[in-house]
């Protein structure tokens, strides 16, 4: 299978700890690196990841609170220094056009590379990115500001063609890509060759979804329905279910029902909030109703 990975570069929330990051990941689709969200640190999460600068061209910021946006303008003065020449795309909600380029200007002047803008409305669902592997739409989410979450859909692709049947039917280089689209083979004798014996059935489709920040808000659940992976926030434990209520966050179970609800077929949990000095109490808690739960950590990573 192509490679899908999740690396998370750090999962706490907003005060700051010497325990976690603040809130930033990285999913590789077939060496495409795609960030979402860019808290303060970012960039040395992403060295420490041994991933490749060069191969990150987008960036998705899933709302304007500080904890996941304020490596922005550090990571991208460290692109300049490093003579970056490919074009970088940010995509936001509108507001942080005019804050962003306003540090650009006065930071990064005679920039390498230009800062690409794609604002979108995080109250509306709609696909923000489309090539020909994968496709990221927004997922509105319920917190003090509009907050969205993303769903990265993987392509289906095409059929895999056998080699002893290749070999065996003799099949010319030309054919091979039309086989994979499905025709059948007429040999040099005029026999056809059915293209369910040339072939095997192609991976399934893969899908990921980041959920973070949020309120328990069962109305994603249709949308999220049978992701291979799900990240969901979880910065309270169910004792203090009144705190999130009030900040609007969630708690591990509410995390958790989401991932039953929604029957996905992994759960990992984040965002943890930096009152609790061990995190597997949210982990209990959240395994008690979804037993395929994980929890974040920095520099985890997760293949899908």
Sequence with gaps: ???????????????????????????????????????????????????????????????????????????????????RTADLHIYSHPDLISLL??????????????????????????????????SVETIPLCHRMPTCGFLFREK???????????DFYRIPLWMINRIKEGEDFITDSGETIPNKWLTTPSDPPRTYAYCSDTAYYPRII?????????????????????????????????????????EVKRLVIGHFSARYDDEKQLLKEAQEVFPATLLAQENLQINL
């Design 1 to 83: 299978m192509e490679k899908f990975e999740l690396h998370i570069l750090g999962c706490g929330s907003a005060l700051p700890t010497m325990r976690h990051q603040a809130t930033s990941q990285i999913v590789n689709i077939r060496e495409k690196l795609f960030m979402i969200d860019c808290g303060e640190g970012t960039q040395v999460q992403l060295r420490r990841s041994r991933l490749k600068f060069s191969r990150l061209n987008h960036i998705f910021i899933s709302h304007l609170h500080g904890d996941h946006c304020f490596g922005l303008i550090g990571l991208i003065s460290t692109f300049g220094m490093l003579e």
């Design 101 to 134: 380029q306003a540090q650009i200007a006065f930071f990064c002047k005679g920039m390498s590379y230009k800062v690409i803008f794609h604002p979108f409305n995080p109250k509306e669902q709609a696909v923000i990115y489309d090539d020909r592997s994968i």
């Design 156 to 166: 289906p692709t095409l059929n895999h063609i056998r080699r002893d049947m290749i």
């Design 222 to 262: 249709p949308q999220i329905h049978g992701a291979d992976l799900l990240f969901h926030e979880a910065t309270f434990v169910n004792a203090d279910e009144m705190r999130a209520r009030q900040t609007q966050h969630s708690t591990a179970r509410q995390a958790a029902q989401i991932a039953h609800d929604a």
